[in-house]
């Protein structure tokens, strides 16, 4: 077939590349006697062609039944004379679906569980109880969880820290006497039922003792305001003075002026032109 270039040089080419592979047809290949129309060579379609060991589409679809069947794809690709990408583009070329491996997926070997991570073959719960007890992590449920907290903070000691949990002491430093986090103190608590202390429960102020809402270091609104008043708001230093709104204290005040004189001694510098 011989077409002719509509556009024979620079310019508009592109615009109809695609019409052109239309009128072509399935061709392996195009050659332009023209130099003028050599890009519509760049824009040939991808091209699915056959080998003469597979010359039509029935002979492809019976290596697709094979390929179903469990045939390797090798094994077709060396009858066919071809590469098995080559295959797989024959496969593709006629829209037949490919087989897909799924990923192995990746459990534990103590309990099972499916993770993204391994540690030493276990995840990441048996890798630390293993890492801690020198053993395998028990699977049951109502016994692996209190066995490891009881180990951790016997039964009459965690009724005492929650008698002082319940005064007002921090969950924090009660945690750190007996060496666990405070979140393995909060479920030793739920383990043994113990009533929990709530946020907006009343507390005695660290500062002025009397029992109100606290905030998280453990003041008072009232003793929160009144520090407010001699705390600097720029550099947080509490200062013997009161302090008005928005003033400073006296080592941010001479700071500031000092940062002014040095300001104003480059100005002049550079109006006068030194370096």
């Known amino acids: 077939m011989t077409l002719k270039a509509p556009y024979p040089w ?32 760049l824009g040939r379609p ?38 098995p990408v080559t295959v797989h583009d024959w496969f593709r070329g006629l829209g037949l679906p490919l087989k897909t491996t799924p990923p192995a997926k990746r459990t534990c070997s103590n309990c099972g569980r499916v993770v993204q991570e391994l ?31 009881a180990r951790l903070a016997p039964d009459d000691v965690v009724l005492k820290l929650h008698a002082r949990y319940m005064d007002g002491e921090g969950i924090t430093a009660l945690a750190t006497e007996v060496g666990i986090g405070r979140v393995t103190l909060w479920r030793r608590f739920a383990d043994l039922g113990l009533e929990q202390r709530g946020h907006n429960v009343p ?42 709104k928005g003033e400073v204290c006296d080592m941010c005040k001479d700071d500031a002026a000092h940062r002014a004189a040095i300001d104003g001694y480059r100005r002049v510098k550079s109006r006068n032109g030194c370096g």
């Open 46 to 83: 991808p091209w699915y062609g056959t080998s003469a060991r597979a010359s039509s589409d029935n002979d492809i679809r019976a290596f697709h039944d094979r390929y179903l069947a469990g045939e390797p794809v090798a094994t077709l690709a060396e009858e066919a004379g071809v590469k």
């Open 203 to 244: 507390r005695p102020c660290s500062m002025c003792g009397r029992k109100m809402v606290l905030n998280e270091h453990g003041i008072c609104r009232s003793c929160t305001r009144e520090a407010a008043r001699f705390r600097c708001p720029r550099c947080s230093i509490v200062v013997p003075v009161e302090l008005a």
């Open 119 to 149: 540690r030493h073959g276990r995840c990441n719960s048996c890798y630390q109880w293993h890492r801690t007890h020198n053993e395998e992590r028990p699977l049951k449920a109502d016994v692996r969880e209190p066995l490891r907290r």
């Open 10 to 41: 620079f310019g508009g080419k592109s615009k109809i590349m695609r019409e052109v592979w239309k009128w072509l047809g399935d061709t392996p290949n195009f050659v332009d006697p023209f130099l003028g129309s050599g890009a519509s060579v």
